[in-house]
Nanobody, 126 residues
């Protein structure tokens, strides 16, 4: 079982920055075996969207709309999302997700993740 807790959300003006954190609480098997973690977001009335993901080998993937602005990183059981040049369309509830297994490139599809956090709100005003 893996428990995930996000933090770092808030309200910023367009062009600003935020750093989200996700702490995975699990036994040592999680970090000592192949696993991957991802960030997803969901705006009101929209489907959940994969934003960025990272494997335990540090391989990353990003959705096109955040490339060059967002950076995902990982330190053992902690994952971060550095968000720069934020836009109003980045406003959403951001969720952390994780699962076991090996991917050559970590997936951005929600169906590939078993464990989810409760979410943290990010609001970007124009």
């Amino acid at each position: 079982q893996v428990s995930l807790m996000e933090s770092g959300g808030g309200s910023v003006q367009a062009g600003g920055s935020l750093r989200l954190s996700c702490a995975a609480s699990a036994d040592s098997r999680f970090t000592s075996n192949n696993h991957y973690m991802g960030w997803f977001r969901q705006a009101p009335g929209k489907e959940r969207e994969g934003v960025a993901a990272i494997t335990n080998y540090g391989i990353t993937s990003y959705t096109d709309s955040v490339k060059g602005r967002f950076t995902v990183s990982k330190d053992n059981a902690l994952m971060y999302l550095e968000m720069n040049s934020l836009k109003p369309e980045d406003t959403a509830m951001y969720y952390c997700a994780a699962d076991w297994g090996y991917w050559r490139t970590p997936p951005l599809s929600a169906s590939e993740y078993q464990y989810w956090g409760q979410g943290t709100q990010v609001t970007v005003s124009s």
